[in-house]
């Protein structure tokens, strides 16, 4: 069920893909933690070293991202294109002791299987695992695994010391997906199965002696399991205190929770795609049937109570009160957390409870309500299995390659925002103007203003000394994007990415860039030309520039003939509904073009122009700037019409994942990479009315 996005999508990929951009910090963690630990000293100044020390320097849980890289390490495969298949493992784990659970309280072994395969993968856990949060699937195996613990609790007391050690590997598995915030749980079962032992033993005298060697057994086993999870004891503190505020990252702001989760989500039913927003299309059908859930689940802690089901009863308690207490004093984003750790057992205990039925005699009451609720989890599922945005595999899988090739090749600057750069150019020190941790030197734009989180920039803007500052650019292909300063060369040329490599026999003194918005192209006014060239004179250096031709572009907000669903977004439109759009443009003279869409596209866009159908994108999302791999089509000087539809939707995955169009470039395809070229001071008038990048002072070393 977690996998089906990527097995029916016919190729490797990740779901989830720009939903939580953390799960490119637990890519790049499960390579480093494997072979360096929590050392981050060996690593040079860079967003990657950074977001390590901001993480993982804080004792961020490491346990599910240590199992992800080791995966890697044993079947030789990049643990990105493994990311979906863990977080599938995982969920099945929790199947198991869901299913003991549901047979510990005499439920049938055809329902129980169902039961328990439904509870492990309620709405929110699956909405969870199709956005990578691999920190809450890792610990919920282990939480859930404590209620058979705490059922089996009286055998292990009998079998002394020894029974210790199986509980203890429990708590030190649970301490090794998220360090000391699993101690709630972990203490809860043994306070409630210490209650639940002098309760059971009135009739006779508990034997105090051998509970304490019983107990001294399980916390000497438990440290030494959990022994390379607690390290140093200031960290293990400074873990302990993510019960409150998750980590020392993380912010009471719901972030890309859109707004806090709802308590009702807990029922495991959210008809609506997204679990961060209400379910606008089902909202009054979804509310219902999680009235229905918790009226199930309520019949089923009557049922226990009426069988008198103590230990199972029990367990409801622990994961009752740890969620109420952590949540008094928990943020925005612990609160989702909890909501989904617990979220399993109250449609564990809505199967109890319709089962209850059943064994009452009334069959047909149980099937009644058992059925809807099935359903509805089922159907909660499928709509954010065809909602999640999938990776663009061949974009990344071209990254890893240029992070293969080009380790230790940095330090390496990534002006486009992705964070997922993190992972595959680990080895280049890559540090970006868009990353939450970037350096001080792209902190600050060359007109003075400040970077920010989530935005991409172009070379241009940035400080030109700053840029000198690496020795390799690593920039996505855009039409619009300027080319690197004149003492770099291009070191190769992929379908999405160029590299550049910084030469040292060539000095920059000054840059002066000439495009804006969608012109990587402009005009130097002569005046400023004229001082370069003053400049250049004087230092005995020449003047350098890079000829760009002018393209024929226009915003996505300019096609106003279009279907009422494809509304206005904030900068662009977004393509909700099928449709078809037309837009008339003009190209200055006749040749080849390449075709530029600037956007997010998920279900598949047919382009046509002049009637004639030159291609489609499809499944190329990216963030700020993203442009799809350019379509060519052979242009005429003058007017043309633009065709672009979007066909209706199907049940591939990832088929209802937003598609945003934000622009549309043609640019002449014959013009190849962008050049630097070399002229004397004097030259400069031959640039007065030539369109440009940039024009720049340079000299030999």
């Known amino acids: 069920m977690v996998c089906a996005p990527v097995l029916l999508h016919g190729d490797v990929t990740l779901a989830g893909y720009l939903l939580d951009t953390t799960v490119a910090f637990h890519l790049a963690g499960s390579d480093y933690l494997l072979e360096h630990a929590r050392n981050f000293a060996r690593l040079p100044e860079s967003s990657f070293r950074t977001t390590m020390e901001n993480y993982f ?91 058979p613990v705490l059922l089996l609790m009286p055998r292990w ?28 749980w972990l203490g809860m079962t043994l306070l409630v199965a210490g209650l639940l032992l002098v309760i059971g033993s009135r009739s006779r005298r508990v034997d105090l002696r051998s509970l304490g060697v019983w107990l001294a057994a399980f916390a000497v086993a438990l440290v030494v ?62 509310y219902a049937l999680i009235g229905i859930m918790f009226a199930a689940a309520a019949l089923g802690i009557a049922s226990l109570v009426r069988r008198r089901s103590w230990a199972l009863a029990g367990f409801v308690v622990v994961m009752a009160t740890v969620w109420v207490a952590l949540t008094l004093r928990g943020t925005a984003w612990t609160d989702a ?33 058992a059925v809807p609720l099935v359903l509805g989890v089922l159907w909660s599922n499928a709509l954010a299995y065809h909602e999640t945005n999938l990776a663009p595999t061949e974009r990344l899988e071209e990254l890893l390659s240029i992070g ?25 020190a890559p540090a970006g103007p868009g990353f939450s941790s970037r350096p001080v030197s792209l902190a600050t734009l060359r007109d003075g203003s400040v970077t920010g989180y989530g935005h991409s920039y172009d070379l241009d803007s940035l400080d030109p000394e700053a840029v000198q500052g690496y020795a390799t650019i690593v920039a996505r292909r855009r039409p619009d994007a300027s080319r690197p300063p004149a003492n770099f060369r291009l070191a190769e040329r992929g379908d999405y990415y160029d590299v550049w490599r910084r030469v040292r026999d060539l000095e920059v003194t000054a840059h002066v860039p000439a495009g804006e918005g969608l012109q990587a192209a402009g005009f130097v006014p002569c005046e400023r030309l004229a001082a ?41 439109i977004g393509l909700a509904t099928p449709g078809i759009a037309h837009k ?18 998920a279900r598949r866009l047919d382009v046509t ?27 005429t000087a003058g007017l043309h019409m633009l065709t672009l539809e979007r066909p209706g939707g199907s049940l591939k995955p990832g088929d209802a994942a937003p598609t945003v169009l934000r622009a549309v470039v043609f640019a002449p395809a014959d013009a190849g990479v962008p050049v630097a070229r070399q002229i004397g001071p004097d030259g400069w008038r031959r640039l007065c009315d030539r369109p440009v990048d940039w024009v720049e002072v340079a000299r030999r070393r």
């Not at 929790?94 to 072994?109: K, N």
């Not at 449609?347 to 009452?360: E, H």
């Not at 230790?408 to 992972?423: C, H, K, N, S, W």
């Not at 031709?549 to 662009?572: C, H, M, N, Y």
């Open 584 to 601: 008339r443009f003009s190209v200055l003279a006749s040749g080849v073009y390449d075709v530029w869409f600037k956007g997010d596209f």
């Open 225 to 286: 399991f959990a022994l390379p999870t607690f390290g140093a004891l200031g960290d293990s503190l400074t873990l302990a205190k993510s019960l409150s505020t998750s980590n020392a990252v993380a912010v009471s702001d719901p972030g890309n929770l859109v707004r806090p989760l709802q308590r009702a989500q807990l029922a495991g039913i959210w008809i609506g795609g997204s679990h961060r927003v209400d379910p606008a299309q089902h909202f009054a059908l979804t």
């Open 57 to 147: 320097g804080l004792s961020y849980p490491g346990g599910g991202q240590t199992l992800l890289g080791g995966g890697s390490r044993l079947v030789g495969t990049p643990a990105i294109w493994l990311y979906q298949p863990l977080m599938a493992l995982l969920l099945a784990f929790c199947a198991a002791p869901l299913y003991y659970l549901a047979r510990t309280a005499s439920m049938g072994r055809p329902a129980a299987a169902v039961a328990a395969v439904v509870a492990s993968a309620p709405a929110l856990v699956y909405a969870y695992a199709q956005m990578g949060a691999i920190k809450e699937l890792a610990v919920l195996p282990f939480v859930l695994l404590l209620g």
């Open 404 to 428: 293969e090739e080009r380790a230790a090749q940095g330090p390496t600057l990534v002006p486009d925002f992705d964070e997922f750069a993190l992972y595959a150019l680990a080895d280049m």
């Open 532 to 572: 370069l060239g003053r400049r250049a004179r004087a230092s005995d250096a020449s003047l350098w520039y890079s000829p760009r031709p002018l393209v024929s572009a226009f915003e996505g907000q300019s096609i106003r003939r279009r279907p009422a669903g494809w509304g206005e977004t904030v900068d662009g």
């Open 337 to 369: 957390k909890l909501l989904v750790i617990t979220s399993p057992i109250v449609v564990l205990l809505a199967a109890l409870g319709a089962d209850s039925l059943r064994r009452s005699g009334r069959r047909i009451e149980a099937v009644a309500l």
């Open 157 to 184: 007391l009998e079998r002394g010391p020894r029974g210790a050690v199986l509980p203890a590997l429990v708590g030190a598995a649970g301490v090794g997906a998220i360090g000391l915030a699993f101690l709630p």
């Open 609 to 635: 122009i002049d009637g004639r159908r030159i291609g489609s994108i499809a499944g190329q999302s990216g963030n700020e700037g993203n442009y799809a791999r350019p379509l060519r089509a052979r242009l």
